[in-house]
């Protein structure tokens, strides 16, 4: 049986995570300035807004639309709406005669992200249905999937976890005799993890 996971959101997140670290710096500072919403909700109003014009544009189905103004409104996205996009993005498939299973990864922070898996009997036949499950996953769930991962909400739960991380990944690069900056950041100590783990073979892991 092969598989294949549906939604470029997705098969991305290693790199939609990185990008989640770079993005989101700015609206992750605290509250605001006591006028106004706080810098995390502007970013994500203003990224909501982006995401329902795109989402319109880009022909997503009504139920999609319905999310992204429900979480405009309230200010998140929430898991059961992602999951639940996610759901219709298998339903989509299953009407137009693939198979998909629901699946859900979880990164180092422990943040969950809802996910479709498209199935098929051989290589053909999924390489048939890829189209289709992309078409599904645009009308149903891409749009909510990608604001559900880059909300600052989100953001903030791979920040606490890398903060908490820190000290030990700080500690296990210097024991392998990688110098750290006594004002690296956490960002920046995972980033300084990821590069020795790569240049290393993966024989140096302080990540993990």
Not at 16 to 26: E, G, I, Y
Not at 72 to 101: L, N, P, R
Not at 180 to 188: G, H, I, L, N, V
Request: hydrophobic share 35%.
């Amino acid at each position: 049986m092969s598989s294949r996971s549906v939604g470029r959101l997705i098969r991305s997140v290693g790199f939609m995570t990185c990008v989640c670290a770079t993005l989101m710096l700015s609206g992750c500072a605290g509250g605001g300035t006591g006028d106004g919403p706080a810098p995390d909700a502007r970013a994500f109003a203003a990224q909501a807004r982006k995401d329902l014009e795109d989402a319109t544009a880009g022909h997503a189905s009504e139920h999609q639309l319905t999310i992204l103004r429900e979480a405009f409104a309230a200010g998140e996205v929430t898991y059961d709406q992602a999951k639940d996009a996610t759901y219709m993005v298998i339903e989509c498939i299953h009407d137009a005669g693939g198979t998909a299973e629901y699946e859900e990864n979880r990164d180092d922070s422990g943040f969950v992200i809802p996910n479709a898996i498209l199935t098929a009997p051989d290589d053909d036949a999924l390489e048939a249905m890829s189209a289709i499950a992309e078409q599904c996953s645009n009308r149903e769930a891409f749009w909510v999937n990608k604001l559900y991962q880059l909300q600052p909400t989100s953001q903030e739960t791979r920040d606490r976890y890398w903060l908490e991380q820190a000290p030990a990944i700080r500690q296990c690069l210097e024991d392998h005799g990688f110098p750290t900056s006594s004002d690296a950041t956490p960002k920046e100590l995972r980033v300084l993890a990821l590069r020795v783990l790569d240049e290393s073979g993966g024989e140096t892991n302080c990540v993990d």
